[in-house]
């Protein structure tokens, strides 16, 4: 049986694994397929048939993969083989612009997506407190999309501006294709050639050696060696969010801060709940980040007076001032919800323009039933990291652990119309001078919108300190901090009988 690369199985694993396991069967003795099928959520396959050497036999190899077709399969990753893209529109990420009519252009954006850092479900990890659950696979898809906008978040804080991953060649061919439209050559899409060096069997050998394929034709970036001189904090920033206890961003920590509001391992989560659990982990880990906050606004609206309170080290007694260093950085969360029931089609042009700055990090929401991390668009489609793959876990405290499955070469898209309307929208602002710019910048696009409400608002002062907890009655009590959006025409009537601003659903 041919082996599929974590990448490629990405698209494909749904389909071609059924395939497999369907034959398989067949052969299987009846006892051997209860055994193959008899495998709990999170329980790990059958660790006792070793060879002498220790390593898994083909029994165990072949469980593995049935178990995460499976997973795959049950919990929503479709079976799409490659996203196409238009070669004639620019492709926009979190604030960068790409035009994909040369392999110059291609090259970049393939770049600038796969560095994103990719968190997706993760089975047999260390057993969450207070439950029996090694996985979070079925509940956890938002707190993995919150783990992604507060991952782009530290990378924008500590990583060189236009940072790119070094090592993204490892990962398989690149999974998307670009055409021209209406083509004579092609209606479907014309094949992007590869770029980068041939993606062969890896030679781990060659790889410490530093040795290059032979066949490499691919330009090196200038920053390359600036990239690879950062490659450290990178993987210190993955570490953080590995699926251990006592990582700080990791699913057990989150889990843990969310205890306060009722919620347990198992439960779904809204964006607006992920929003103030990422600000108490941020709070939590001032050893980790002493100079970065985490501010959520209230009711649709950032208040001056508190983000500057909570930045400006002058003005709290409380957090010593860092040498050379008088303002914290700062990450500004908005849960809004864009329209009643369905997203009101006069907020995409918005959205677009939010998508566009430099300072927005992403937006974590979604479709109905279905948690996504949206970091761009190309024309009517936004571009999303999804994090319903199913991986085995990955001990991010051993040296040089493999950082290829935090990284996804696979970009995806979906119309703006299939869009839940609650999300929490990020951005990143590192001085004070930033944050001003920001205001700025933000208030513009947020005036785009043809609706009479804007999405959320700037205001000078303070508001009311509104913390998780009181978000939690609030969506107990089937009440909407974001009374003032107005929902589209023909669905008012009904938008009393909606509940709170976090209607996900995990599958």
Known sequence: MNSISPSAAQYVGGVVMQDELLETRRHQAPERQGRLFGLGQGQSPDANNRDATGEPDEVDKLKAKLMSAWNNVKYGWSVKTKTSFNKTSPVTILGHTYLLN???EVERFRLTFVSRLWMTYRREFPQLEGSSLTTDCGWGCMLRSGQMLLAQGLLVHFMPTDWAWPDAQQLADVDFEVFRPRSPARAGGVPIPSFGSPRGPRNPQKSLAGEQAPNSTQKKRPESVRDRQAEPIHRRLVTWFGDQHQQPFGVHQLVELGKSSGKKAGDWYGPS??????????????????????????????YKEDVVRLCDLSLNQNVPELPGQSWKSVIIL????????????TYIECVKNILNLECCIGIIGGKPKHSLYFIGFQDEQLLYLDPHYCQPVVDASQVNFPLESFHCSSP???????????????????????????????????????????IFTFVEGQGQDYGLDSLEAQSSNHTSPATHILPPLGILSRSNNMGSTDEFVFL
């Open 412 to 454: 995806r898209k979906m119309p703006f119309c299939r869009m839940d309307p609650s999300c929490t929208i990020g951005f990143y602002a590192k001085s004070q001078k930033d944050f001003e710019s920001l205001c700025s910048a933000v208030s513009v696009a947020l005036s785009s919108s043809k609706e009479r409400y804007p």
């Open 102 to 104: 040369s392999e110059d």
């Open 273 to 302: 709940v992920v929003a103030h659990i990422l600000r108490k982990a941020v709070a939590k880990a001032s050893t980790d980040v002493p100079n970065l906050a985490v501010y959520v606004a209230q009711d649709c609206t950032v």
């Open 334 to 345: 908005v849960p809004v919800r864009l329209g009643g029931e369905t997203l009101n089609p």
